[in-house]
């Protein structure tokens, strides 16, 4: 018989984190403390919930339009204006996806034609890279430094860019190491991806969640709207993930032709889920910033305490992870992890889920709360203490 499969797909790695928690979940042990899942641990708040019962209880069970609700795009336009000083047309530069994964993947498809390059910064989410191969991009990836906090620098980028290149991903405020890029930080970046014609995925997923410093998108500099895929969701901002609900931005050109694709493969987004989502924009505001201010404060809390047990860790500014480095053990991230959850029955993500060059970090979430994770920082300690060498 042929091989019924796909080599691209074949030839695709399970994702890193996906293969960590399958061994936790084979344990099945009550005791074990997971670190790992990059889901908030609030419930979306009650009045986000009422408005996804309500449109129930009406009947709202039909389809939306493919680029969902106008009521939707209205709002998510007038909260980009507000939190992100961008303009975008709710009737032909917006659409509404199955979460910010669904969107990272439309975007390759429509913008790429075989063999064109997209640079992808690692660490970082793990969807990126098999959602060029299988857009039949090229994947150049570009190790970021902790020397740098594991920002993009202009140089790096520079020497990344070939005639081939079409893409650069932006996922800033990152997973898994919760850096940020400033305006300033972002302004040669925009004037490199003009000089050579590059366009711009930036994945905003964590843009609510940042600590000190407001997000900052690359849309909102000059020239640089016409050249960006905004992605950005409910799921981290709102505790909305079981919600499946994101949105793309774009010029469009650009947009109509991602709306093609989601046409054809999911058709539009879940119709309660949307009305939920309406009331999250109009009502959100002090829930995001109630979620924040804790993130914030465990933030503070597990960065004190792994520098007070010797591992060393740059300060993130966004999302809810933090990313030590682990080199001084003797340990690969991977052994480290293994170890660890083996031990102390605390399981972590090794940084080499992220891409090779998460070697010698370990990604721990803080979307738990301040009691479990002060369970866990004992349990990393006593481990830190016995490894030392």
Known sequence: MKSPLSEKVLGLK??????????????????VISLGVGE?????????????????????????????LMDLKVEISAFLKRKCRVNYNPKNEIFVTVGGSEAIDVAMRALLNPGEEVIIPQ?????????????????????????????????????AITPKTKILVLPFPNNPTGSIMTKE????????????????VSDEIYGALTYGVDHY???????????????????????????????????????QQMLKIHQFAIMCAPTTSQYA??????????????????????????????????LHCFEPFGAFYIFPSIQGLGMTSDEFANELLKEEKLAVVPGTAFGDS?????????????????????RLARFVSRHKQ
């Open 14 to 31: 399970p994702s890193g984190i996906r293969k960590f928690f399958d061994i936790v979940l084979e344990m099945n042990d009550p005791d």
């Open 40 to 68: 908030p641990d609030f419930d979306t708040p009650w009045h986000i919930r009422n408005e996804g019962i309500y449109s129930l209880e009406k009947g709202r069970t039909f389809y939306t339009s493919n680029a969902g």
């Open 123 to 159: 660490p970082s989410y793990v969807s990126y890279l098999p959602c060029v191969v299988l857009a039949d991009g090229v994947p150049v990836i570009v190790p970021l430094q902790e020397k740098n906090d594991f920002k993009l620098m202009p140089d790096e980028l520079e020497a």
């Open 185 to 200: 930080e972002l302004q040669p970046i925009a004037e490199i991806c003009k000089k050579h014609d590059i366009y711009v």
């Open 217 to 255: 998108t690359i849309a909102a500099l000059p020239g640089m709207k016409e050249r960006t895929i905004l992605i950005n969701g409910f799921s981290k901002a709102y505790a909305m993930t079981g919600w499946r609900l994101g949105y793309a931005c774009a010029p469009e050109e650009i947009l």
């Open 277 to 310: 989502a309406v009331e999250a924009l109009r009502s959100g505001d002090e829930d995001v910033e109630h979620m924040r201010e804790a993130y914030n404060q465990r933030r503070r809390y597990l960065l004190y305490s792994l520098r007070e047990m010797g």
């Open 358 to 378: 998460g070697e010698g970090f370990i990604r721990i979430s803080y979307a738990y709360s301040l009691q479990e994770l002060k369970t866990a920082m004992e």
